[in-house]
């Protein structure tokens, strides 16, 4: 399935879901009585705020000179680019690990033990090369061939950065006790994904310009963080118990799948034999965001932590997602206003909108419904239900 095709399905989506909060907003003022009372600032303040961090933006671009006077020139591009990469890079590893932070309500992470997992991952991606270039040297290599690139994104990708991703975990698991709740294995290994990301993200954004911050912000980063939480689930299972199998075999299995994810993820997008089929890897995305979702829940219900007095405010969540998600969507849209022109921005809007509104949209709506309940492990099921979050 070709991704524009992907991408058009879920804005239909996207767009019925807003038709159907609409009405439903409309239905709820008809039985109103006090009609004043219903336009208060709490119903509406997600959309409001989607409109403001939107339109602040595209005012400045197109009804000031806030192109011209800050207009980045070729020379001035030239030599700070890797700075503007790095600096964004850091804001999107920062917007996530906030967020994880944000929601481990039950016994706050210790900040020394957040920074060194992040420092050691950092430093072992920066030799990630080493092990690509000892698979590369034997010949197992990405090819034109469909099954030996499945392979290799698997065995070779899949196998190498979810190592580097992991090693960290372990590192902290081993040497420290900053692990001792269900959630800490989740929170860890996105963490560890999280620094990972940052020297990937800040390679891509040098190479390829910053103006494809939106790609690595709401997808690479994300699925960093997903794959690497299946092997910290997989721990969760056998440490406390929630599972009958070995803990060896539950080890292995989640290893596997995480690798396999990864290589599947990366399969549709870097095979030209299968490209006119990526748009499965946007559809795959969507379906880790719930799992991985789905085992942040089932972690928080089993800490060891629990109080019932204690609950994730999903509002605050969602207000964060919005500011900050699409505070980087709209950082995109500057840059290529300050770097060519505002028409070249306007289009690279409305092209980016197609591509990832939705995605904004769900990433928003999904990771934001937190149900706490003491003890409950809601088992990991997929059903085309998971494409049509729920908007409040």
Known sequence: MQQNVVFLLLDIIGLGLLVKWSYLQVKAYKIT????????FKRFKFPLLILVIISIPLLLVNSTNFEEVFHINANNLQQNS???????SFCISFVWLLYIYKIDVFEKEQKRYILLIILLSSIFT????????LLHHIGFTNTEHPLQSFLY???????????????PLLIILK??????????YIFYASASALGFAFIENAMYLYSHGIDIINARALYATV????FSSVIGYGLFLTTHKKTKFPAGIVFLIMYLLSMVSHGFYDFWLINEAVAEYSGLTTLFFLATVHIWFVMKNNTLNNSNYYKKSIRIDNDRIKVY??????????????????????FEANIFFIKSAFAYGYILLYL????SRFNLIEGILKPIRLSISFLFPKLK
């Open 82 to 88: 890797l700075y503007y990469a790095i600096l964004l």
């Open 223 to 226: 699925a960093h963080m997903t």
């Open 364 to 367: 928003i709506a999904t990771l």
């Open 33 to 40: 009585a006090n009609k004043k009372v219903f336009f208060s």
């Open 153 to 167: 994104c698997v065995f070779g990708i899949g196998f190498i950065e979810e190592t580097i991703k992991f090693i």
């Open 126 to 133: 920066l030799f990630a090369e080493v092990p690509y270039n």
């Open 321 to 342: 997602l919005i500011f900050s998600l699409l505070g980087l969507f709209m950082c995109s849209y500057l840059y290529v206003a300050l770097v060519w022109d505002a």
């Open 175 to 184: 040497f420290t006790k900053a692990i001792d709740e269900p959630y800490d």
